[in-house]
């Protein structure tokens, strides 16, 4: 329990005790460094590697007669070359949460640091994937990318921009698709368009939206190597600072350096998970893990102890 | 495909057995029928078709375009004989193929400037009326402007422009500046309601993914509003064109001299009928023609969507 109260910490005293306990199984055998969370930012990081500090925002929204509180008091600290995934059930905030940080929504409370500085509105400092619809209908593959590039490196040529643009569309492997239109472009194929464009943006943040929830399994599959993939780099480069909803469990374990696991009614940071699982990472190397095994089924109680709680609330209603 | 299945078809069994007819079956009636004419239009057809089904590389083009043949030929077949050959109709209302296409020949002259006269108002003010779209998208982006703007083009664009025509002639030194008046209003609601329409539609994850790309007001105007309403506008711009020239020929035949409206309205008063299905022939000709040259815009521009 103190350790919980650690990791909440940001978090109001309050919102915290009316919390359920953590649906952890004390005395199961899950493995000991599951047992190591961290209170946000204690181990490795210093003041100078915050990237992104959302400090107590709340969010909500007025209708006639009724108040909904979509997000409540919730605080997150994401350093630079972070890349945090965050899940939770749907209706728990995470992405309006997201929508925050693109600078589409205007918390009622609290505010957004990046680089210690508050954001206003978007900005050209984060790159966004969205689930759809992210790229624009009448320009082609190469021109949605060159696009992005004008809006935050607008010195750079017409030439420069469409061979960046070809440069990063060979990256996603789809050199080929350069004139095609999205229509003719599958959801998968959109995506890494869509992905392509964000990286060539080359901005130090890069917010996705459950970019993969709306292609099919296999194509997930090769969209979420793909990232890893570019993310992870050479090592060499320097990492972007990620921040990725979705609620695909596995999605997030096989990314993320932390998974922020979210509630509902009203939205809140339930649980932070750290993933210490060896980078370069690869999904085949990654389930035959005794470790990764253990991350999942610990995640998985945390999900499904939160499903179970919100069937019991509706129930006693 | 084999020569065969190009050129073994319907329309040129059609196109034979016209020729026949109209050269072998004696002409029912006194007057001069001039199936030379009538046959050299045939022809004219005919020659179309063989293109088409010599040069197409598909295979259900070839096959729409001799349908129509069809039609054509059957058309022309049975306008014959009612009129010169068996002499069905009155002579006066219904003249044979020959001498409708021996008129149009020779007022080709007339008939071109009054397409020309017809062409220029139409333009002049179809062009003007376009302004809706600049006018909508400024109306259209600011949410209080926008919902009263919507009411406000609601009633004035429900007004039919032609009941302009009077105060028009009151108000401007002209009959053509009229009908240039008339046309832009036609042309201007539709396509100003057609914008409005368009924008408000416009899909709110794509002002989220202009909102997150930075984009500026005007930038987001002109490369996501704009693209994104276009179907909406060239709804209203299509709807436009055809009221247009709906109001244009009628306007011609209240006060015109000159004018495809004119060409029609005046030889019907003089009784000359023949002239007078000649003007409307190349009225449809003439409309069909615009309307395709918008859609070819259309086509262009809306490359994009499926």
Redesign the interface.
């Known amino acids: 329990m103190i350790l919980f109260l650690r990791i909440c910490r940001n978090t109001l005293i309050n919102s915290s005790k009316s919390q359920a306990s953590p649906a952890r199984n004390e005395g199961t055998d899950i493995p000991r460094f599951i047992h190591d969370i961290r209170a946000p930012g204690e181990q490795k990081m210093t003041n100078n590697n915050k990237k992104i500090e959302i400090k107590n925002i709340s969010l909500t929204y007025k209708g006639s007669g009724t108040v909904f509180q979509a997000l409540k008091d919730v605080s997150l600290t994401i350093n630079d070359g972070e890349f945090v995934s965050i899940i939770g059930s749907s209706g728990c905030g995470k992405s309006t949460l997201l929508s925050i940080l693109?600078?589409?929504r205007t918390p009622s409370a609290g505010e957004v640091l990046i680089d210690g500085k508050k954001i206003e509105?978007?900005?050209?400092d984060?790159?966004?994937v969205?689930q759809?619809?992210?790229?624009?209908?009448?320009?082609t593959a190469e021109k949605n990318i060159s696009?992005?590039i004008k809006?935050?490196k607008p010195e750079l040529s017409k030439k420069e921009r469409l061979e960046l643009s070809n440069q990063f569309l060979s990256k996603v492997g789809l050199a080929g698709a350069r004139d095609k239109?999205?229509?003719d472009l599958s959801g998968g194929m959109q995506q890494r368009v869509a992905i392509a464009r964000a990286l060539a943006m080359d901005t130090d943040i890069l917010l996705m939206d459950e970019p993969f929830g709306a292609v099919d399994a296999k194509t997930r599959v090769i969209l979420q190597e793909l990232l890893l993939h570019l993310w992870e780099g050479d090592g060499n480069s320097r990492k972007k600072t990620v921040v990725f909803v979705t609620h695909d469990i596995d999605e997030a374990i096989l990314l993320s350096d932390r998974i922020i696991m979210m509630r509902a009614n009203p939205g809140r940071v339930y649980q932070e998970i750290p993933v210490n699982l060896e980078r370069p990472r690869s999904r085949s190397e990654l389930v035959k893990s005794r470790e990764y095994a253990a991350v999942r089924n610990e995640i998985m109680s945390l999900f499904f102890g939160d499903i179970k709680d919100q069937i019991d609330q509706e129930a006693v209603i | 495909m084999t020569i065969k299945e190009r050129f073994l078809r319907y329309a040129h069994l059609l196109f034979i057995i016209f020729v026949l007819t109209e050269l072998f079956l004696p002409d029912g009636t006194r007057r001069a029928p001039l199936i030379n004419y009538a046959i050299g239009f045939a022809s004219v057809i005919e020659i179309m078709l063989l293109t088409v089904s010599a040069l197409s590389g598909c295979r259900k083009k070839i096959v729409m375009f001799t349908d129509l043949g069809i039609v054509i030929f059957t058309v022309l077949l049975v306008w014959e004989l009612m009129t010169t050959k068996f002499n069905l109709v009155k002579p006066i209302l219904f003249p044979p193929l020959g001498v409708l296409v021996h008129q149009f020949i020779e007022d080709i002259p007339e008939i071109a400037n009054n397409i020309v006269s017809s062409l220029g108002i139409i333009i002049q003010g179809y062009v003007l009326g376009l302004i809706g779209i600049p006018v909508g998208l400024f109306l259209a982006t600011d949410k209080r402007i926008s919902s009263i703007s919507g009411h406000i083009a609601g009633f004035l664009g429900a007004i039919p422009p032609i009941v302009y025509i009077p105060y028009g002639i009151a108000l401007l030194p002209t009959f053509r500046s009229v009908s240039v008046l008339v046309i832009f209003l036609a042309t201007f609601w539709p396509v100003l309601m057609g914008t409005i329409s368009g924008v408000n539609h416009v899909?709110k994850?794509?002002l989220?993914?202009a909102?997150?790309?930075?984009?500026s007001r005007t930038s987001t105007i002109f490369?996501?509003v704009l693209?994104?309403s276009?179907t909406q506008i060239f709804v209203g711009a299509n709807l436009g064109l055809c009221i247009s020239f709906i109001l244009l020929t009628s306007a011609e035949m209240i006060g015109a001299r000159a004018g495809l409206g004119f060409y029609v309205k005046n030889y019907s008063d003089l009784g000359d009928y023949t002239r007078t299905i000649v003007g409307i022939i190349i009225i449809g000709v003439v409309v069909v023609a615009s309307t395709w040259a918008v859609s070819l815009i259309q086509k262009r521009l809306l490359?994009?969507?499926?």
């Open positions: 693109e600078g589409l509105g978007t900005g050209r984060r790159g966004v969205f759809q619809y992210a790229l624009f209908p009448w320009m696009f992005g809006q935050v239109y999205p229509r | 899909d994850r794509l989220d993914s909102k997150v790309l930075n984009l490369h996501v693209p994104a276009l490359r994009w969507q499926s």
